[in-house]
């Protein structure tokens, strides 16, 4: 009855037979399925099964469980393949990234690394950076081949752990058995055969060349007394008896009220109620890390803390990945409910460029009035005669000062209304910043918070209210759980309340990826205008009619690579655009757009563009 009273108020008939619905056709999927669950093994894959344990109190301690079925012939572990394409064993990157490029279902971080230098919570400081050259310490091995040779300067690698098909083990020294093709040295080792293995005695230097041999009236000390508390974030990997199946443990660390860390004795305790017989560590600290394939790319496991930032990930030297033979979701008859959506003819165009101006504070974006350009980096604001390019005004935001990451700005009458955010750090915080036109003093604050929809990369004034874009990363500057493909387009009123909102189409996000959109207008002609952040693509979008995706019209190439524009006041096809690396500000004349489909934006009367 409720049915058939739904169908005549949504303007339908007699309700057809009830179909056959498969229960899993909707729904979380593999790993998404596991995120945040408790101690209820859940599967990410095919002999690949993943929990979480959670300890509440004074000490509270969040571990993260992989327990992967080496038996299994569709089962493959391995090791980051070489790439000294920068002049090292490795170049950095991040678990996410080497899960979205390997096709893993599952991976942790593996060697300790060099070089290394810890950074601040900004990151840029941080050494190596995504891409730079990175080493392992110690011996490791990927597809049989010797990546990293075995070396003894770092005096926590004491041990390593070799895969083979449908087996694994964890022996003492840099060197795995015949027939083990990927392995990885790291430590200290934990459990020898079931039994503690003392850790060895560090000289005055330290990790670095600083093990001494225990003598064996010292061993027995250690083995006798308790193994101590240790903790903070920690990646661990142990193995059963014979080596059929594999733990990889991830606890997290240094976040009070979320996890302090893993002691030894927490991950003794562990480890034997698994049932495991040999255990060693990995790399830890800021590098642990656990992430798992997910439907719409990695989902990030754990909870890394990265330069002191919770969610934060570390690039890093190199992983232990999962693979398994057929990791795609299973089919199940998602065609019959969900067709695809029937591919729409898009226009390719060009632009052409008229005049270029010098502004080294072009590293953002750039705002435009009838006599005056506005170039933008993260904390500061140049302001620029359009006539001779002379510099009139600057702003600086004091360094340590409130103003972090100036993404966007647009002229409205005599001010200069910014979009601003708080990226990279986490939580994502954002505000709307107005600056004086004449003299580029700050007026006025509006603060959005923490805002689940993402980092505010731009601010644009419309008919009753606002456009705001915000952008959510696939990179290590994103929050967990949350990629790039999270970023959307919402309308607010004048009141700053949400009216509405629409995502931006799959083939476009997938550009812009690890980023979002950094830029956005609403052009003349009512198309929403849309600007990565390195592509030199403009990409133009209508309102959809229905459902809640943006329509892709037209893309648009021109010599800009990205970041914030604006339209000229003065000519409606003509934009300014910036180019990062050469720190210009460059004017190019847009194509005409034809009619295509959906509904335009209405843009703020210029008469009405006031706050």
Same mark, same amino acid.
């Given at each position: ?390 510099? /009139?005004?600057?702003? #600086?935001? &004091? %360094?340590? $000062? ?7 700005? +647009?002229?409205? =009458? ?123 693509? /403009?990409?133009?979008? #209508?309102? &959809? %009619?229905? $459902? ?7 893309? +648009?190439?021109? =010599? ?52």
């Amino acid at each position: 009855m409720k049915y058939a009273l739904l169908l005549s108020l949504l303007g339908g008939g007699t309700p057809a037979a009830a179909q056959s619905v498969d229960p899993f056709l909707s729904g979380p999927i593999g790993a998404e399925r596991c995120v945040g669950g408790d101690e209820t093994p859940c599967d990410i894959a095919l002999g690949v099964r993943y929990w979480r344990i959670v300890r509440a109190g004074d000490a509270p301690l969040v571990m993260h469980v992989a327990e992967i079925d080496l038996t299994r012939s569709d089962v493959q572990v391995k090791v980051t393949p070489a790439d000294r394409s920068a002049g090292m064993e490795y170049r950095a990157q991040t678990a996410s990234d080497y899960l979205a490029r390997s096709g893993a279902v599952l991976a942790v971080n593996a060697s300790y690394f060099l070089p290394f230098v810890g950074g601040s919570k900004g990151g840029d400081d941080f050494v190596p950076q995504p891409g730079q050259a990175a080493a392992a310490s110690g011996a490791v091995i990927s597809d049989g081949a010797t990546v990293s040779p075995v070396e003894g300067i770092d005096a926590r690698v004491d041990s390593m752990i070799c895969f083979a098909p449908t087996r694994a083990a964890i022996v003492e020294g840099q060197v795995c058995p015949a027939g083990f093709t990927e392995g990885v040295s790291a430590g200290p080792r934990i459990l020898k055969a079931g039994e503690f293995v003392p850790r060895r005695r560090l000289g005055r230097d330290g990790v670095f060349h600083g093990a001494t041999e225990l003598t064996p009236e010292e061993a027995a000390q250690l083995a006798a007394a308790p193994p101590g508390s240790g903790g903070g974030p920690r990646t661990v990997a142990g193995l059963n008896a014979d080596g059929t199946k594999l733990w990889l443990v991830v606890a997290d660390g240094r976040q009070p009220g979320w996890s302090l860390g893993a002691s030894t004795d927490d991950i003794l305790a562990l480890f034997r109620k698994l049932g495991a017989s040999d255990v060693m560590s990995l790399d830890g600290g800021g590098s642990a890390t656990m992430v798992a394939r997910g439907p719409a790319g990695p989902i990030v496991m754990s909870r890394p803390i990265h330069t002191g930032v919770p969610g934060r990930q570390r690039p890093l030297g190199n992983h232990i990945g999962v693979f398994v033979g057929d990791a795609a979701p299973p089919a199940r008859g998602l065609s019959t409910l969900l067709p695809p959506l029937q591919p729409r003819e898009i226009s390719r165009l060009k632009a052409r460029m008229e005049y270029v101006y010098g502004a080294p504070e072009a590293r953002q974006g750039v705002a435009v009035d009838a006599q005056n350009i506005y170039a933008v980096v993260n904390t500061a604001i140049g302001k620029y005669s359009r006539a001779d390019g002379r510099l /009139l005004a600057r702003w #600086a935001s &004091p %360094r340590g $000062g409130m103003l972090r990451h100036l993404n966007s700005c +647009i002229v409205m =009458d005599t001010e200069l209304v910014c979009a601003h955010s708080n990226h990279p750090e986490v939580p994502m915080g954002s505000s709307v910043e107005v600056f004086d036109t004449a003299t580029l003093a700050h007026k006025a604050s509006h603060s959005l918070g923490n805002r689940d929809e993402g980092s505010l990369t731009f601010a644009e004034p419309m008919a009753g209210g606002w456009l705001l874009g915000f952008s959510h990363y696939s990179d290590e500057t994103g929050v967990p759980f949350k990629s790039s493909d999270y970023s959307s387009i919402i309308s607010v009123d004048d009141q700053w309340r949400r009216t509405g909102g629409w995502l931006i189409p799959p083939s476009i996000r997938k550009k812009m990826a690890p980023q979002a959109a950094s830029g956005g207008a609403i052009g003349p002609d009512g198309f929403l205008y849309l600007f990565g952040h390195t592509l030199p693509e /403009l990409y133009v979008l #209508a309102k &959809p %009619r229905m $459902g809640v995706e943006l329509l892709h019209v037209a893309t +648009i190439d021109l =010599d800009a690579g990205g970041q914030a524009f604006a339209f000229d006041p003065a000519e409606p096809r003509r934009i300014f655009a910036i180019d990062r690396p050469a720190g210009e500000v460059r004017a190019f004349r847009l194509p005409e757009i034809g009619l295509g489909e959906g509904d335009r934006f209405e843009r703020r009367p210029a008469a009405k563009r006031r706050r």
